[in-house]
């Protein structure tokens, strides 16, 4: 045995931590956002509520007014009924994440020998797993997998024949999708058409309460402000979530956000459901019934994205960073 060859076999290598390192998750400010429950109940939004059932989830929508006009000695009061209320239907969303401890890797990842933690590292895994899966599939359109979330492409998707919500454009015209195409830089002059489109009435609430961006647009959004303007969120910078603010509100980059894009979004308008029986279930180490010193464990997520005014939010597109 050569020298090099013997001190491998008897010198330990040199370990940062007992910790492995994480090279793969992003962090997602939507679902954080959606789902951060108390951290958050003091501030911009509120977390999702849980639901214990049913075939899907319903939001009621008033979305005309009844009849009315000037009133005088000869007025004719219309008798005819009108319609003022529908409903959209949002059918349920199911993530899962899983992993197995086999016979192998109890055997030796045991005892002194035993560097990380295998069990509680892969339980931490599973957990972050299921929230990357959903952390990309919020930002898409739910296509043809009838368990994903419908998100966010869904919500703007312009086809005015394609169902939101079980209901299509071309049917009730105040469920269009709000989105911007044009191409120019991110500037102040740019967000004010954003905040514009996507309001539904003057009031604070009923506004956006977040724009979503990539890195790009942010930074170049933030140099377009006087420094002594600069102002952040600090509850998501605590987070661990740098953002600058627009009229008060932050202006957040989000790693699974599509280049050129911003969204701008009402969370009172958009929320995550999630079933009671089904709110990222804690994961359990079983026992395989045929393969005894096989151990699988899993978390389960039931829910949806839904939606209560389309009108509230609205995306630019094609946008670029200022030169």
Not at 19 to 47: C, H, S, W
Not at 72 to 95: D, M, R, V
Request: charged content about 25%.
């Amino acid at each position: 045995m050569s020298l090099d060859a013997q001190l491998d076999v008897i010198t330990e290598d040199w370990i940062e931590s007992n910790r492995p390192e994480d090279i793969v998750f992003q962090d997602n400010v939507l679902l954080y956002m959606l789902m951060a429950g108390k951290k958050f109940q003091d501030t911009m939004v509120q977390p999702g509520e849980t639901v214990d059932g049913g075939k899907k989830l319903k939001v009621f929508l008033e979305y005309a007014k009844s009849h009315t006009g000037t009133y005088g000695n000869t007025t004719k009061i219309p008798q005819s009924k009108k319609e003022i209320l529908n409903a959209c239907l949002f059918g349920w969303a199911g993530y899962y994440g899983s992993n197995t401890i086999d016979l192998e890797d109890q055997i030796q990842n045991n005892g002194k020998a035993a560097l990380i933690d295998l069990a509680h590292s892969i339980l931490r895994n599973v957990h972050k797993s299921i929230r990357d899966q959903m952390g990309d599939d919020v930002y898409s359109a739910r296509g043809d997998d009838p368990k994903a979330f419908i998100g966010l492409g869904d919500l703007f998707n312009t086809d005015t024949s394609a169902a939101y919500g079980s209901i299509k454009e071309a049917d009730m015209a105040d469920w269009k999708a709000s989105v911007i195409t044009d191409a120019m830089a991110i500037s102040f002059k740019v967000m004010q058409k954003i905040r514009r489109t996507a309001k539904i009435g003057q009031s604070r609430d009923a506004k956006p309460n977040i724009y979503i961006t990539t890195d790009v647009l942010k930074d170049g959004f933030e140099r377009t402000l006087h420094t002594q303007a600069r102002y952040s969120n600090t509850k998501l910078v605590d987070a661990g979530f740098d953002n600058v603010l627009f009229g008060g509100v932050p202006v957040v980059a989000d790693d699974k956000q599509s280049d050129g894009v911003m969204d701008a979004l009402n969370l009172r308008h958009l929320k995550a459901k999630t079933h009671t029986k089904w709110p990222f279930t804690t994961p359990k180490w079983e026992y395989s019934k045929d393969q005894p010193d096989t151990l699988t464990a899993n978390t389960r997520w039931i829910g949806q994205l839904i939606c209560s005014n389309r009108k509230a939010h609205c995306r630019h597109t094609n946008l670029e960073e200022p030169s």
